[in-house]
Structure formats: C-alpha cells, structure tokens
C-alpha cells in the first residue's frame, strides 16, 4: 500500500489502485448477511438465487461492495479525513470474484484553514473488468 494522501503531495491525476478482495467468499457474504441483518435468500441461498432470481450464484450485498470500496478509499485518503462518499451499483459481485478499487484525483483545492480538499472519482471492478460500482468522495487532508 503506498502512503496515505497528503496535502503537500495531493495532485490532480494522482491514482492508487488496491485489490480489496481477492476471491469473495461465500462465508464472507454469510457474515455480512449476520452482521447487517440482510438474509435476503438471494445473497445466501443458491437455489433460490438460481431458480428465483436467475443467477448462476448467490450475489454479495451491494453494501458489502460498497463497503470494500469505502475502506480502499479511506486507507488512501487518512482515518477520519473522508468528508462525503457516494455509489451506484453497477453489476451484481458473486462469490470467488476479486474486486480491485480504483482512485483518480479530480480536483485539489487549497482551504483557509491550511487544509487541502480533494475530490476523487471512485470505481471498482472485478477480474474480468466489469464495473461494479462507481461513484465519487471528497477527503480534507489536514496532514
């Protein structure tokens, strides 16, 4: 993992790339489904995932996905600095797929108060290439 954002090297452009799950688990998505209380059969049962919904799989929470990609941007950005954070679901996950999280800089801006704001576009794919969500988020880099 390379170093957290600072505000004396944020530049416009900047990327940072991390895999942020390799292989998804079907214990994981059962864990996420205990702790956030979602047992949607469609996340944890096959057969229903199958025959209900047409899946070849049971398919990850969309907010497990999400959460994955929140972590990969405030690992780059600094713990506590993420300001706003927004996604939209593009394409279903399923388990064995690798997610890999991708960050591009689209503005920086310099604060009154000597603190840089910077605003980055946000995407996260799995191997095969396919979008899974994109959105963006804004970080204050005090440091």
């Not at 452009?13 to 702790?35: K, M, N, P, S, W």
């Not at 229903?48 to 780059?76: C, K, N």
Request: glycine fraction near 10%.
């Amino acid at each position: 993992m390379s170093a957290v954002l600072s505000r004396a090297t944020a530049t416009q452009g900047d990327t940072y790339e991390i895999v942020v799950v390799d292989g998804l688990t079907r214990t994981q998505i059962v864990q996420y489904a205990g702790a956030s209380g979602d047992f949607n059969p469609l996340h944890t049962d096959e057969a229903y995932a199958t025959s209900v919904a047409g899946y070849d799989l049971p398919v990850a929470h969309g907010m497990l996905t999400m959460g994955l990609t929140s972590r990969a941007v405030t690992e780059w950005v600094g713990d506590g600095c993420l300001t706003s954070f927004g996604v939209r679901f593009m394409a279903p996950v399923f388990p064995g797929d690798t997610l890999t999280t991708r960050m591009v800089i689209d503005a920086v801006e310099q604060q009154a108060d000597d603190t840089v704001a910077v605003k980055l576009s946000v995407e996260t794919k799995n191997a095969t290439g396919i979008v899974v969500v994109r959105g963006h988020a804004s970080a204050t880099l005090a440091d």
